[in-house]
């Protein structure tokens, strides 16, 4: 009996010191091992940037055109700042309308339902209707629910929304904060609405 007894109290000790070891050890090895993952993946990620540096650079297609809007071309235009006046897009839909544009996108977000942009809006609606084809960007909106970061969308202001697509300019950063993969389809997690990418719409 007296065997049997110490053998018991053997027995008991090696499954207190393994449930010690598993408390203690566990969740440092999970530490190690996500600090190793993490480490590996970013010199993936490195390695990957040097390949895209390294390969040969392909000329951009001559039938993209970007139109950029600086400080010197507002001022030119008698605004000091933005927001434009949406007459002043409008102005410029049908100047590339004329230019030969067959898709016009802007990565600006034309949400605001103010009253006075009524007369404004006439302006930009007549210019979108005869063009037909285009596009502005959706405003994101970030949300932490129950810890998770959850994404919904506000789209542009409902007199537009007829004559005006829109699509997600958002896009996921990873190590050094740099632009490596590409979502096209986004779901606002309110509504459950899928929206694409401006990028995806555009070709």
């Known amino acids: 009996m007296g065997l049997i007894k110490r053998l018991k109290h053997y027995v008991r000790d090696i499954r207190f010191l393994f449930l010690l070891f598993s408390a203690v050890l566990g969740p440092l090895s999970i530490t190690i091992l996500s600090v190793r993952f993490s480490l590996i993946r970013n010199l993936e990620l490195i390695a990957y940037d ?76 007549a210019a979108l209707k005869s063009h037909g084809n285009v ?41 050094g904060s740099s632009v490596r993969t590409f979502i096209p389809t986004y779901v606002d997690y309110k509504t459950g609405k899928r929206f694409l990418q401006l990028s995806t719409l555009l070709i």
């Open 135 to 175: 596009f502005s960007a959706l405003q994101p909106v970030f949300s932490i629910i129950d810890g998770t970061e959850e994404l919904s969308f506000v789209e542009p202001d409902f007199r537009l929304r007829s004559k005006l697509q829109s699509g997600s300019i958002n896009v996921p950063r990873t190590f």
């Open 50 to 125: 040097w390949h895209l540096k390294s390969s040969p650079q392909r000329k951009p297609d001559p039938r993209l055109v970007l139109v950029g809007m600086d400080d010197g071309s507002l001022g030119k235009l008698g605004y000091p700042s933005y927001p434009l006046p949406r007459s002043v897009h409008g102005k410029l839909v049908s100047e590339l309308e004329k230019a030969g544009a067959s898709v016009i996108g802007f990565d600006v977000m034309f949400t605001n339902a103010a009253p006075e942009l009524a007369q404004e809006d006439k302006k930009f609606f």
